[in-house]
């Protein structure tokens, strides 16, 4: 379940970064995304733990506060980064992702999750 949560999770964000949001900011996250080979993976494991500790049907608010705490997590996570092939690579990668998520408006942030609600309702559904 939790490898079709990941996979589910970067799916709609990826596509609020697009769908949910109209900004340059917005534009750039989701081309960093684009060029990362491991940086996105390594985020969205700290987002589905952030996630999956969430209980009941979570607003907005709450959603978008457990994804900017998975920002702050994954950034200073080191060791998710020495299991990855191109270290080098995947901490440029790490550090792009984070600072762009790291100056999103909160506006951006609610626009990225904007399909998240759905999701969460389904994956407790599945539990």
């Known amino acids: 379940m939790?490898?079709?949560l990941r996979?589910?999770?970067g799916v709609a964000l990826h596509t609020g970064l697009r769908k949910g949001c109209d900004s340059t900011l917005a534009s750039l996250a989701h081309a960093i995304i684009n060029l990362t080979e491991e940086g996105w993976g390594l985020y969205l494991e700290h987002a589905v733990k952030q996630l999956?500790?969430?209980t009941g049907n979570p607003t907005p608010e709450v959603i978008v506060q457990a994804l900017q705490t998975a920002n702050e997590l994954f950034y200073g996570d080191r060791k998710s980064i020495e299991t990855c092939t191109d270290r080098v690579r995947a901490s440029q990668e790490v550090q792009a992702l984070?600072?762009?998520?790291?100056v999103m408006s909160?506006?951006?942030w609610y626009g990225m999750s904007c399909y998240?609600?759905?999701l969460l309702e389904r994956e407790?559904?599945?539990k």
């Open 98 to 102: 984070y600072l762009a998520f790291k």
């Open 124 to 126: 407790e559904e599945h």
């Open 7 to 9: 996979s589910n999770l």
């Open 52 to 54: 999956e500790a969430l």
């Open 116 to 118: 998240l609600p759905a």
């Open 106 to 108: 909160d506006h951006e």
């Open 2 to 4: 939790k490898d079709d």
